[in-house]
């Protein structure tokens, strides 16, 4: 997803994959300019391909599921959760339940991407990951999903979230490893299959290696526990490519030779005991520039 220029889609309302043109989002990309690896102006090309159930993004939606398994439920009262390439907002339907009373604040590049996020509830900010346009300490929770491998500058990137996460703060990661199965297998491999990547999303040179994120985090006052890998059940995804379900289970690996999972918690107190400033700040979310 999109969320930084050195390196980052169903409308919101829409029902079927594709562009309205009959034809299938493999196809419908074929029509699409083509640019250069990691172009941040891929995600406006394919802004309708968010949230289609066999839209180009589907894995990014099955992506957004796992996820959510791993974000902590907000403080007593409610708080605000910081999204980071939030994209069209896919982590929204899933901030329910035992995540209800989070307030859903997504950044993105991508301004198609973004109107689609405020449609589905979200704080949309135009922004970029090394720019963050918050205050220190502000969120108790950050979600960086599939952003990393987007990010040239990783250690910026790392000191951007770092500086807006609270103390005792929590992080939810994931991301590509940088491996031959990566570089071949769910990049060059995958986006010539249904519901893996649209061509050229991912830049190889890119991808992030377990050890070196958590080291660049480390060094900006975030511990970093890699939790273990992600692949997609094989019997949903039968089903869904024969359009018999809707959604492909994300399921636990030991291997993190592909997609990883990770949390972190940043250095210092908890919010809880942080003073009653610094706890209304993570609690109101002011930024410069919203997408409506």
């Known amino acids: 997803m999109n969320g930084s220029a050195g390196g980052t889609g169903e409308s919101p309302g829409g029902t079927g994959p594709g562009d309205g043109t009959g034809a299938t989002p493999r196809r419908a990309a074929r029509r699409q300019p083509r640019r250069a690896r990691n172009d941040p102006a891929q995600y406006d090309d394919l802004a309708g391909e968010w949230w289609p159930v066999h839209g180009q993004f589907a894995a990014l939606r099955w992506l957004a599921t796992a996820r959510a398994r791993l974000v902590p439920p907000p403080p007593a009262g409610g708080a605000a959760l910081l999204d980071l390439a939030c994209g069209a907002g896919l982590l929204a339907p899933a901030l329910k339940g035992r995540l209800a009373g989070w307030r859903h604040v997504g950044v993105d590049l991508s301004a198609t991407a973004l109107v689609q996020a405020s449609a589905h509830g979200v704080l949309a900010v135009r922004a970029d990951a090394l720019a963050l346009p918050f205050r220190d300490g502000e969120f108790p929770c950050v979600v960086a999903g599939e952003i990393f491998e987007h990010i040239a500058d990783l250690d910026g ?83 869904w490519l024969a359009r018999r379900v809707e959604d492909v289970r994300m399921m636990p690996t030991r291997s993190v030779a592909g997609v990883y999972q990770a949390v972190g918690v940043r250095a210092g107190a908890a919010l809880a005991a942080a003073p009653a400033a610094q706890r209304g700040a993570a609690g109101q979310t002011q930024p410069r520039e919203v997408a409506r």
Do not use: F, N
């Open 157 to 239: 990137a790392c000191a951007e979230i770092a500086r807006v996460l609270a103390p005792g703060g929590s992080l939810v990661v994931d991301t590509l490893a940088d491996t031959p199965l990566c570089r071949v297998g769910l990049v060059r491999i995958a986006e010539r299959l249904p519901g893996g990547p649209p061509p050229r999303l991912h830049d190889p040179k890119l991808l992030v290696a377990p050890a070196r994120l958590v080291a660049a985090l480390a060094r900006h006052g975030v511990e970093l526990t890699v939790l273990g890998g992600l692949r997609p059940s094989l019997v949903d995804y039968a089903r």
